[in-house]
């Protein structure tokens, strides 16, 4: 039942936008009444004084689609949560735009010779929003309420590290030690939020305070916990006393605003209260916000990559010509051009990845007519074939990139069955093969910035059951090449296997690799520093960002 | 409450001529059936008058998109280049039948319960009321979205929520109107002949109902594509691409005020097909003077 109360939210929300609307429009009609009209101006004036002394402040106001699911470092999960966890904590290390690990609370590390122990040193100044100073028994108690919960980020550390498997060697001073070999471990740290833990035990409670920690933070963040109302915002404030300090014009104060309507970005975009745009709006809200003169256009190129998995579980998906064919049937260059801009994406690995990526494969191309030869060599050639195609409800592109492909696949025998679900919806079928439809619109981006976040998460079968995998490909020689990965410490022996991984993945074709994804914002022209970073979110990482004007 | 016409049907029929002069008299009812007829027109041979009936499938045309109205395409074309004029007509086939379902459902399962608890009173009218009482207390629009969420977004569902609401109004109606005309000096001749209880239901009670349920089921078709349509708004309704037109309203509202067609048009399409069926609703109101039917 709580699944589904997201979406009705939505619903509603949309809902009270129409209302919302109608209202705004009455407004317009009666307000050539005079009292009216003094009464608005009083309000005006009430509102720029109540404003005046805020404009010494920068504050940055961005709209984001989703609702901020749970602040509490052991649950995070998912995009929208990340983006406040990154600005609320700190990790020991962090993530920059080329997905090498920076130093953050900890100022150096050392790996042991087999790659089993890594220790962290942390910095002397390192505190704690509340004064304290950052100590090894914090990093400790952070880790193991980590485990005991289970939740969250601790899926990233399931056989690597155990219970007491961290140990304060000094107060400035954090050993990790392994259960195995795991070479992208370094690269998993970054998603370890540091807690309080003087702070935290006081309110410990029977549940590790996860009660108190889902409203309230206790970490050495850059920023702290204004007001959050589930539904409609979250404000966070600069610390002044972070231990990092700030540097040139930082931002004051963030305010998300949680709306997936076009219009209502644009009216907030045209009423001067937004600063930033999400990454999710149309071509049009782009263009209209470019438009308006304050706005910048924003592009990068992402480590995300936007696949069509393919259940290779059910008909007619289960026939890799079949799964060919929707390749072939897929024109990439008008999603490309057209619906939504995006970079090449020719293997599951995006070419950010340069070491590690498998140059020799070429793109793939769209080729209707030899479609129709894979489909003649299938098993179910001859025949109408159903297909479901589901993509994610209210989505625009995702609605067009649907129409396009059923419009391509009826030329080729399919009989196409359009499935929108809202998200909640799509990552409850994705839990069983049965229900995961046929083909499915998934972005997929590095949870951590390793290849094995890709691979692992999407194909080996021990991380099946999830909208990442929706490919269901439990294949025992794809397991095997994930796993020789992550036990070797041997970066050219990684490449090799990765590289192999992308060619069997390849021919198999459990996914059409369409694009990777491109990120944009509308951002003010006054804002600068927004760089992607091939983990989560850590590029909404606002003291990275300044404010030149 | 309900004035009863002192006559019964076969005198109202040789007044036909009668009706047809005074309804004909009154323009707004006149124009609400003419809209009528035009819509169900319209929706019957959608295929055949529509300048592209391909576009109600998958037909993708990016060069086309986001096109305002011209003489090619009369109402523009939508974000992936399909004519707006022809799904919107298309579209009225829709909500057509969702009128047709769900006060298809509704009136008969209402009409039977109401005149049951009307007649017979006792523990039958306790028990039609109370539950009639307390599925009037429930919001249709608040029920189909709660449905929807137990069950998948369809319009079938939608469809379903709608009509196991619906006949509570009719129930309300026949109920009051049978309450009033058991008493009458036909009803009590007919029970002493020894009629039969569904003789006097149905061939005595029934007909003195049928105009106040002509106008009533009139002013509701309006009212259920208005419903209907709001669910489609909120993406509760049928599944691209077929044309819907509470759908083509929302995903067009993505689009405003730019390519302010592709939800303005399809919108003006709902307004004027509600309009005629509450036109059409409040002649024939005048025509029988039903009063206090809403």
């Known amino acids: 039942m709580l699944e589904r109360d997201g979406w009705l939210r939505d619903s509603f929300m949309k809902w009270q936008g129409a209302i919302l609307l109608g209202l705004k429009w009455e407004q317009g ?253 149309s071509p049009e809200t782009y263009k209209a916000l470019v438009d308006m003169g304050r706005f910048n256009l924003v592009t990068q190129d992402t480590a995300t990559a936007f696949y069509l998995k393919l259940n290779t579980q059910i008909a007619p998906t289960d026939d890799i010509h079949i799964r060919k064919a929707l390749a072939l049937a897929t024109d990439y260059q008008t999603i490309r051009e057209v619906i939504l801009p995006g970079g090449e994406l020719s293997t599951p690995l995006p070419k950010v990845f340069a070491e590690f990526h498998a140059g020799d494969i070429p793109a793939p191309v769209y080729d209707l007519e030899a479609a129709k030869a894979e489909v003649a060599l299938s098993k179910y050639a001859g025949q109408p074939i159903p297909i479901t195609l589901g993509y994610v409800a209210d989505t625009k592109f995702e609605e067009e990139i649907s129409l396009l492909m059923q419009a391509n696949l009826e030329q080729l025998g399919f009989v196409v069955t359009q499935k929108a679900d809202p998200w909640n919806v799509i990552t409850e079928i994705a839990s069983k093969p049965e229900t995961t439809p046929a083909v499915n619109q998934i972005f997929f981006g590095p949870t951590y910035p390793s290849p094995d976040s890709m691979f692992f998460t999407q194909y080996s079968s021990k991380a099946a059951g999830t909208w990442s995998s929706m490919e269901w490909v439990n294949d025992p020689e794809i397991d095997q090449l994930i796993e020789d990965a992550r036990g070797t410490g041997d970066v050219a022996k990684q490449a090799e296997i990765y590289k192999t991984l992308q060619h069997k993945l390849v021919d198999l074709q459990p996914d059409v690799f369409l694009q990777t994804q491109t990120v944009q914002h509308a951002m003010d022209k006054c804002l600068t520093g927004f760089e992607a970073v091939p983990m989560q979110s850590f590029d909404y990482d606002f003291t990275r960002y300044q404010w030149t004007c | 409450m309900t004035e009863i016409p002192a006559d019964n049907s076969p005198r109202r029929l040789s007044n036909a001529y009668q009706n047809w002069y005074r309804f004909s008299r009154n323009p707004t009812a006149v124009i609400g059936a003419a809209i009528v007829v035009i819509v169900i027109l319209a929706a019957i041979l959608a295929p055949w ?158 007909p003195n109902c049928v105009s106040a349920l002509a106008v009533k089921t009139s002013l509701d078709c309006g009212f259920v594509i208005l419903v209907g349509a709001s669910l489609s708004f909120l993406g509760l309704g049928i599944q691209p691409p077929t044309p819907d037109l509470g759908t083509m309203v929302a995903s067009g509202s993505a689009f405003l005020p730019d390519s302010w067609w592709e939800s303005v048009l399809p919108g003006c399409a709902i307004l004027v097909v509600a309009l005629g069926f509450n036109l059409l609703g409040d002649g024939l109101r005048d025509l029988f003077d039903v009063q206090e039917v809403r």
């Open chain 1, 29 to 281: 009609i009666i307000s050539m009444n005079m009292p009216r009209i003094l009464a608005a101006s009083t309000l005006a004036l009430l509102m720029t004084s109540v404003a005046a002394p805020a404009m010494a402040q920068v504050v940055v106001t961005m709209n984001t689609v989703q609702i901020f699911g749970t602040i509490d470092p052991a649950k995070i999960s998912d995009y929208t949560d990340y983006m406040a966890g990154v600005n609320l904590y700190d990790g020991l290390v962090s993530v920059d735009s080329s997905g090498s690990i920076i130093p953050e609370l900890a100022e150096s590390w050392t790996v042991s010779d087999d790659a089993k122990e890594v220790t962290y040193k942390i910095r002397d100044d390192a505190t704690f929003a509340d004064g304290s100073p950052v100590e090894a028994s914090d990093v400790v108690y952070t880790v193991e309420r980590l485990l005991r919960i289970n939740q969250g980020p601790a899926n990233l550390f399931a056989d690597v590290l155990a219970p007491g498997s961290v140990v304060a060697v000094d107060a400035k001073t954090v050993k990790f030690t392994l259960s195995k070999t795991f070479a992208p471990f370094l690269t998993t740290v970054p998603a370890i939020f540091i807690l309080n833990a003087d702070v935290v035990k006081e309110h410990e409670g029977t549940d590790d305070a996860q009660e108190w920690l889902a409203n309230n933070v206790a970490g050495a963040g850059a920023y702290s916990l204004k007001s959050w109302d589930r539904g409609s915002q979250m404000t966070i404030t600069r610390n002044p006393d972070y231990y990092k300090g700030f540097t040139g014009k930082p931002i004051d104060e963030v305010r998300w605003i949680i709306t997936n309507d076009e219009a209502t970005v644009r009216s907030l975009a045209a009423s001067g209260e937004l600063t930033m745009s999400s990454q999710f709006q």
């Open chain 2, 49 to 206: 008058i529509t300048p592209y009936p391909e576009h109600v499938g998958a037909v993708v045309n990016f060069r086309a998109r986001h096109l305002p109205p011209s003489a090619e395409y009369w109402f523009g074309t939508d974000n992936v280049g399909r004519d707006i004029f022809t799904r919107t007509i298309f579209g009225l086939r829709i909500s057509l039948l969702l009128a047709l379902v769900v006060l298809g459902t509704a009136v008969p399962v209402g009409t039977v319960l109401g005149l049951l608890a009307g007649y017979f009173g006792g523990w039958v009218e306790i028990v039609i009321m109370r539950i009639t009482d307390i599925a009037l207390a429930i919001p249709p629009l608040v029920m189909a979205l709660a449905v929807a969420a137990v069950l998948s977004p369809d319009l079938i569902n939608s469809m379903l929520a709608i009509a196991a609401l619906w006949w509570t109004w009719h129930t309300r109606l026949i109920y009051s109107i049978t309450r009033q005309i058991r008493t009458q000096e036909f009803i009590e001749a007919a029970e002493t002949l020894g009629a039969s209880k569904f003789h006097i239901l149905i061939r005595e009670i029934l």
